[in-house]
Every structure is written in structure tokens, then in C-alpha cells.
């Protein structure tokens, strides 16, 4: 027997029927777009668009037409791949680990997190793709036989590894949310009437029938893929932080960096699913199954992840200077106080500081309080990318080299393209896929429904 | 429920082995003192000896903070599974004023130079002209001597008030009516938010005053949070092999199969933690190969090959291989081997984390003299431990959660 203590809060709000959760889900596939969704997607797929304009350009002429100069030859192409791969994490966080820890209230939003992290993906992916300056020629980045012309990759180069671990964790993360949207593809292929509808829906829903067999099966693969993601979760980021950390840069090499890369991945992750959700359960009205507590536990795991973050922050400040290595102390006294102490101030306040508001209860369950800061959150960790990869790189050991760094518009270009390309997937996503996981969502509304958890109490009393 | 079952009462054989392994454990470091000596190397008083007592003072003291530490998060992370066992967890807690007295006992001694174990407690060590002199170590002299006492300190009494006050509210509670506890719950709640907070940072500043600055030149940003993945992981060990007894002995009906299989999870999840934290660790330091950071390994490589090797496998493989099934973390006997084989090798974690910076050189493997500290210090831990566990029920009886804990079911 299952129980549920009554201190819990319900997750899913009213006097709510399996019926209707298959018709709130579905309502967005059948009905028509409403205005708002048409404005938002136009604004995205001309951004988008732009940012196709300048990724052509800068296929067309080279990545000169990047702001990267002679010193700082990394900037924003490596800063905004490993920004979107950060925020692809929540989506497996959610979905896996959350699973393992039997976190009830993933099932409201384990489905959108889950597409967020494919498009966020697809994102990071497009700047590791461009910035070998001729992308013809990536597949060089695989080891491929020297018959085609390349020469093996270098094993030994942490970025080698970042092609493994991202395409690993990209075929993870599609498969397991492919699994999941099974039982609910059946559920709109059951529902739909259009035949042209129907035919898809059928297709996509691989003949699932709803046996006991069929999910037994389910939850077995489910229970393996969440197993083999959750290492995936630690592994993408803790490599992309050895891209920084197995160099002999100071502010870079540092042993703290596998583990607070990977929880400022979740902290930003946790933000973009906060954003877009707060848009889906209000344009889809779906204020039922993602309620104030969902975002309160969404707020907290915020604040978890960005007081780590914090702690890491603090460390490596300390750590500094406790080193006795010069070259360790100037690095980031340079951060804090050099030419681009802007961005380090605006990282420290965005990520260390703004978080700390959700210790109120008010401001944690304040929808307009937490979509403001989701935005901020983002920004912060954005410019967390920025402080360590920029002002390091203009000021390394030879003072001679120093030099500074002004982005292009191409690069501008190229990374709110691809905010507008994550939009635009998502705004699609949104209309042709259930937004919530309605079966999963089902399993707990006896146990976690508001009307059946009154029930249970009035039937304690009797 | 069997009622004479709910009150645990110390077996005297149990109690017999404690005092046995306490007195053996006595006698070996009476012999360890007498006998560690390197005559050749005047620097050398008893070093290994007095390194011996503190990594058993830490590791047991580590085991009931980390145990404390997931008391908290149990009461933050709203988490309901683990009700039934909260006892354990309250009674593996209190053994900290016992461990923290040893371990500030050691801190003083270290003060009055009985022992060498903190370089930067010689005397000198930042006075130009001295023989002690170090320059690397006077750079960053302010951050010893008073105000690492001052930090000391105040960790201590932040852990021990509270451990102390989490404990209280906790049999407070049962001593309600039902609704009434409920209070109590939620002061529990919000005091192990403070905790967590207060936890997250004395954890990692702890392991920088305590563990890191035994080698002084030496830094890495992940030291606390390594040290803290040690702590955590021995502290699930212990409270699992507590439960899979007193479970052999009778008591603990109300516990189901579920619990045990979910502690034998988190064994399995935090040795991965462990692991990971460790290798990162290791891993970039090695690749980078600078002469500042790779002096820690160079010693641990040329002078303790062997224990680092089995430190590692012992902690990441032996766990993976062996509790990676649904079946091996319910079968009791397989939890009891795999658990004290990590313990075991957690303690050689600390081991190998304190004796390269002190013994050095002068380290020939592991001997009777680990093994006789380790002895005493476990005769004590489990005598305390047993002790405060006979002191309380061994069920709770109004936590909001409890319903769910005993009917858990996975």
C-alpha cells in the first residue's frame, strides 16, 4: 500500500478526472493557436533567422568575422556552447535523478524539460559545429580511419572527450524522452479524430496498446535509461569543465571546477525551465498540474544549486590567494577589480546574491518575482561563462600579449539566433507534443490529486 | 508490533566486544608510542603514532557529523522514507561531543608542540631569521594561529547545538499528542535550513583547517568537498550496518525491506560521489603536473603506491560490483560484507589523506599500529553509539511522516 502523508501538499489543484487531464493536455494539439502564441513564434523565427544570416556569413568568410582576436581566441563561441549545454542539464536532472528519488512533482514538468534539453543540445551544438572555421570538414572531429584524410584525434584533448560526452548525452536524452511520450503520443492517437492526425500519432506511438505487459516494460526501460543518465548528468559538464581545468591557465586550473560546473549547469537549467514553464501553464492554462508548489520546489532546488555555486565562487577566491601563486591571486583579482570587473559584479549578484531571495517564502512562490529572476539567473550564468573564459584570456602570463576584447555583431547575431532557434523548437514542440507527461501525471492523482487527498481526510474522521 | 522490541536494550556481548576492542586498542598505542621512533631523523617525535590518533579521533568524529548532516537533509529535503530509522541516525549523531573532544584534545596538544602533525604550529615558522622559518607558509600565516581557533571552535559548537537541538525536538515530538508534533516538525524543518546552510560552508572550511593544512603548501579547491563525500558515505555505511543488525537481533519490525534497500542505495550513489570528487581531484592535478599541486600526489605515488591503489579500488570498484543489483541491496548478509569492506577502506582514505603529509618518507605500510588505533576508536564508537541508542525508543511515534515510512514500499 502506497501512502501519503496529509502535510503534503497537493500537486495536482480542483476536483480533476483522468478524463480531464487527457483533455487539458490535448487541448493545445487540437484547438487553434491563439494570438499570443503567433506573436511570440514570429518573433523568434525572425530572430532565428537572423542568426542564420550570420552563421552564413561567417561560414562564407570565416570566423574572423568573430570578435576573437590573436590572445583572446576563445570568447563568446565557447561561452555560449557551454551556456546552452548548462541549461540542456536540468532536463535529465529532472528526468532522471528526480525519478531515482521517487520526486513526485518531476511529473509536471519532466516532459517540457526534457524537450528544453534536445533544443538546448541542438543549440550548444551549432557553436562547436561553426567554430572549427570550416564545419565541411567536422566530421574530423570523429576518429575516423586515416583513409579519410584526417589525422586520429587527440585523445589525450578534453575537448576530444566533449565530442563523446555531448553526443552521448544527446542520443540519452532523446531516447528517454522518446520512452516517455509512448503511453501519451497512444493517448492522442486514441483521441484525435483528423484521419491525417491519427495516421501520425500512430505512427509515432509505436502500437502502443496500454497492457500491464506495455508498462512493465515502460517502467523497466525508464528505471535503466534514468540509471544511465544520471552518470550522463555529471559526466557532460564535469568534462566541459576540464576543457578549462586540465590547462595550466591560472583562474582555469582548478580542481573544484568537475563539480560546480555540473551544479551551475542544473542552477541555469532549473532557471530556463522555470521561464518557459511560467509562459506554458499560463498560455495553455494548465495552472492545475503546474502549481505554486511546483515552483516553489523549482525555486529551491534554485537555491540549493546557486548557493553551491556560491560556496564554489568563495572557495576559489580563497583558495587564491591561500595558493601563494602569484599568478593564481592576479587572476582573479583581475576579475574582481581588472578592466571587466562589470561582468565579474553582475555573475556575483545574478548567481550568488538574487538567489538568496527565495529563503522568502513570498518571493519563492511569487510568479512574476520568480519569472524575473529566472531571466536574471540566466544572465548570471551567462556571465559566469564570460568572466572565466574572457578577462583570463586577456590577461595571461606575458604582459606584452595583453590585450582586450569587443565582441562583432556577428557574434551577437549568431548566439540570439540561436535564443530565437530554442523559442522557435519549443513554441512548435508546445503544439504537436502533450507538454505534460498526462500518464505519468495520472499515476499520482490519487495520491497527490487536492479532491482525493480531501477525501482521504474526511474519510480518516468518519 | 512486538512491544518489548521497541526499547533496545545493549546486548552484553556487544558490550563485552566494545570493551575488548577498546582495552586491545589501548594497549597497541601505549606500544605505538613507545615504540615509533626514528632515530636518524630528529624532526621525528612519535609522528606516526600521534597521526595515527588523529585520523581515528577524525574518521569516527566524521561519521556522526555526516550522519547529522543527513538527519537535516532528511527534515529539509521533506523526505518521508527514512522515518522509521530516524533513531539510528539520532543515535550515530551523538557520538560528535565524544569525537570532538578527542579531536580538540589533539588541536591543543598540536598548540603545545607534543606533536607535529600542523606544521604552521611550530614555533618561528613565520619569523624571518628562525630555523623554523617558511616563507610560503608565512604568507598566509594570518589565516592560522587565533583565527583558526577562533573557527575551531565555532564549529564545534555550531555542529554540536544543532545536532543537540535537532535530537531534542526530535523526542520532544513523541512525547505530544499528534497534532502538537507537528510543530515540532516544522521547527525541525527550518533548523536544518540553518543547518544546511551553516553545514555547507564549515564543511569545506573545516577540511581546509583540519585535513589541508596538514600539508600546508598545499592547496586544491576541491578538499572540502572530497573530505565531505568521505564523511557521508562512511556515515550511510554505518547507519546501514546498524539497522541490518539490530534488524538480526529482532528489533526494528517496523523498518521495511524498502528502507534497508534505499540506504543500500545511497552507500552505492555516495561511493560514486566519492569516487567521482576523488578522481576529478586526482585527474587534474595529474594532468596539469605543476610543481605547486603535484607535490601532494608525488609522495602518495613513490611512498604509498599501494595504499592509494587500494583505497581507490577498494571505495569505487568493490561498491559498484557489488551493490549495483536490486538482490545484493536487499540481502543483509551481502550489505553487512560490501558496508564493512568500504568502511574499512574509507578509514584507509583518511589514512592515506594524513599520513604522506606527516609520516612522509618514513612510512613502511600499513602495520599493527593503524590497525590498533583503528580498534580503540571503534570499541569507543560503537560503546557510544549503542549507549545513546538504548537511551531512546527506537520508534518514533508522531512524525507527520511516519505513515509513509512504514508503509514504503519499492
Known amino acids: 500500500m502506497h501512502a501519503e502523508s496529509q502535510i503534503r501538499e497537493p500537486l495536482i489543484i480542483g476536483k480533476k478526472t483522468y478524463r480531464d487531464i487527457s483533455n487539458d493536455i490535448i487541448a493545445p494539439i487540437e484547438g487553434k493557436a491563439n494570438r499570443l502564441w503567433y506573436i511570440l513564434f514570429t518573433i523568434a523565427s525572425i530572430t532565428f533567422m537572423w542568426g542564420i544570416c550570420c552563421l552564413s556569413y561567417t561560414i562564407g568568410v570565416g570566423i574572423g568575422a568573430w570578435g576573437s582576436n590573436n590572445g583572446v581566441d576563445w570568447a563568446w563561441d565557447i561561452t555560449n556552447f557551454v551556456w546552452w549545454i548548462g541549461i540542456g542539464h536540468a532536463g535529465t536532472l529532472i528526468s532522471a535523478v528526480l525519478l531515482l528519488f521517487r520526486q513526485k512533482w518531476r511529473m509536471a514538468i519532466n516532459r517540457s524539460a526534457e524537450a528544453m534539453t534536445i533544443f538546448a543540445v541542438f543549440c550548444a551544438a551549432i557553436f562547436v559545429l561553426l567554430h572549427t572555421g570550416r564545419p565541411w570538414l567536422d566530421y574530423m572531429l570523429f576518429p575516423l580511419p586515416n583513409q579519410f584524410g584526417s589525422l586520429w584525434p587527440n585523445f589525450n584533448s578534453p575537448l576530444l572527450w566533449d565530442v563523446f560526452a555531448v553526443s552521448t548525452y544527446a542520443t540519452v536524452s532523446i531516447v528517454f524522452w522518446y520512452i516517455g511520450l509512448i503511453p501519451d503520443f497512444a493517448m492522442i492517437r486514441d483521441r484525435v479524430i483528423k484521419p491525417r492526425m491519427k495516421k501520425t500519432y500512430s505512427i509515432l506511438s509505436f502500437g502502443w496498446g496500454g497492457s500491464a505487459r506495455h508498462w512493465s516494460r515502460f517502467e523497466e526501460v525508464s528505471l535503466v535509461l534514468a540509471g544511465l543518465a544520471t552518470p550522463l548528468v555529471f559526466s557532460v559538464h564535469s568534462i566541459v569543465s576540464m576543457d578549462f581545468a586540465t590547462s595550466v591557465v591560472p583562474g582555469w586550473h582548478t580542481t573544484i571546477f568537475p563539480p560546480y560546473f555540473v551544479s551551475g549547469a542544473v542552477f541555469s537549467g532549473f532557471a530556463m525551465v522555470l521561464t518557459l514553464m511560467i509562459i506554458v501553464r499560463k498560455v495553455y492554462k494548465l495552472e492545475a498540474y503546474l502549481t505554486i508548489k511546483h515552483i516553489e520546489y523549482m525555486n529551491i532546488v534554485i537555491i540549493v544549486t546557486g548557493s553551491i555555486v556560491g560556496v564554489a565562487y568563495l572557495t576559489e577566491l580563497f583558495v587564491a590567494w591561500y595558493s601563494g601563486v602569484e599568478w593564481e591571486q592576479y587572476a582573479f583579482l583581475n576579475r574582481a577589480t581588472g578592466p571587466m570587473a562589470w561582468a565579474y559584479w553582475i555573475m556575483m549578484s545574478c548567481n550568488v546574491l538574487s538567489p538568496q531571495f527565495f529563503w522568502f517564502k513570498k518571493l519563492r512562490t511569487s510568479i512574476a518575482f520568480t519569472f524575473v529572476l529566472s531571466i536574471v539567473i540566466n544572465i548570471g550564468m551567462w556571465f559566469e561563462r564570460f568572466v572565466i573564459i574572457v578577462p583570463t584570456l586577456c590577461r595571461t602570463y606575458l604582459p606584452s600579449t595583453w590585450n582586450s576584447y569587443t565582441p562583432s555583431f556577428i557574434d551577437v547575431g549568431i548566439f540570439v539566433g540561436t535564443i530565437g532557434m530554442f523559442f522557435t523548437l519549443f513554441l512548435l514542440y508546445s503544439r504537436t507534443f502533450p507538454v505534460i507527461a498526462q500518464a505519468e501525471l495520472k499515476s499520482i492523482l490519487k495520491a497527490s490529486g487536492e479532491s482525493y487527498k480531501k477525501e482521504a481526510v474526511e474519510h480518516a474522521h468518519h | ?410
Open chain 2, 1 to 410: 508490533m512486538n512491544t518489548d522490541k521497541l526499547n533496545f536494550v545493549v546486548p552484553s556481548k556487544a558490550k563485552m566486544t566494545s570493551m575488548v576492542l577498546m582495552a586491545v586498542g589501548l594497549v597497541s598505542i601505549i606500544c605505538m608510542f613507545m615504540f615509533d621512533k626514528q632515530p636518524d631523523d630528529h624532526h621525528y617525535h612519535q609522528t606516526r603514532a600521534w597521526a595515527n590518533v588523529f585520523v581515528g579521533s577524525f574518521f569516527f568524529t566524521a561519521i556522526a557529523l555526516g550522519a547529522s548532516f543527513f538527519l537535516g537533509l532528511q527534515y529539509a529535503a521533506e523526505a518521508g522514507w527514512a522515518t522509521t530509522i530516524k533513531r539510528i541516525i539520532e543515535a550515530v549523531t551523538w557520538y560528535l561531543p565524544v569525537g570532538l573532544s578527542f579531536l580538540l584534545l589533539m588541536f591543543i596538544l598540536g598548540q603545545m608542540h607534543m606533536h607535529t602533525i600542523y606544521p604552521w604550529m611550530a614555533e618561528g615558522i613565520a619569523t624571518k631569521g628562525s630555523e623554523n622559518y617558511d616563507a610560503i607558509i608565512a604568507a598566509k600565516i594570518g589565516y592560522f594561529g587565533v583565527f583558526w581557533w577562533v573557527r575551531t571552535l565555532l564549529y564545534m559548537a555550531a555542529w554540536i547545538m544543532f545536532t543537540w537541538k535537532l535530537r531534542k525536538n526530535s523526542l520532544d515530538a513523541d512525547q505530544l499528542g499528534h497534532e502538537e508534533a507537528k510543530g515540532f516538525h516544522w521547527k525541525n524543518v527550518k533548523l536544518s535550513a540553518w543547518f544546511m546552510v551553516v553545514f555547507a560552508v564549515t564543511s569545506s572550511t573545516s577540511a581546509w583547517d583540519w585535513i589541508m593544512s596538514i600539508d600546508t603548501h598545499w592547496f586544491s579547491t576541491m578538499m572540502g568537498w572530497y573530505i565531505f563525500s568521505g564523511m557521508w558515505v562512511s556515515a550511510m555505511i554505518t547507519v546501514t550496518i546498524l539497522i541490518v543488525w539490530l534488524k538480526h537481533l529482532g528489533y526494528l519490525e517496523f523498518v521495511t525491506e524498502s528502507t534497508i534497500h534505499d540506504m543500500g542505495k545511497w552507500m552505492f550513489a555516495i561511493s560514486f560521489l566519492w569516487t567521482y570528487l576523488y578522481f576529478s581531484q586526482f585527474m587534474l592535478i595529474w594532468y596539469a603536473d605543476i610543481p605547486e599541486e603535484i607535490t601532494y600526489f608525488q609522495t602518495r605515488w613513490e611512498s604509498y603506491k599501494a595504499l592509494m591503489w587500494t583505497v581507490f579500488f577498494v571505495n569505487f570498484a568493490f561498491p559498484m560490483l557489488m551493490l549495483m543489483s536490486r538482490d545484493s541491496k536487499r540481502n543483509f548478509f551481502f550489505l553487512m560484507f560490501v558496508g564493512t569492506i568500504i568502511f574499512i577502506g574509507h578509514y584507509l582514505d583518511i589514512v592515506m589523506v594524513v599520513m604522506p603529509g606527516t609520516v612522509g618518507h618514513h612510512w613502511t605500510g600499513l602495520s599493527w599500529m593503524e590497525l590498533g588505533t583503528f580498534l580503540f576508536f571503534l570499541g569507543l564508537f560503537i560503546y557510544v553509539v549503542l549507549n545513546n541508542l538504548s537511551k531512546r525508543p527506537l520508534a518514533v511515534k508522531n512524525h507527520p511522516f511516519l505513515s509513509e515510512s512504514l508503509h514504503h514500499s519499492i
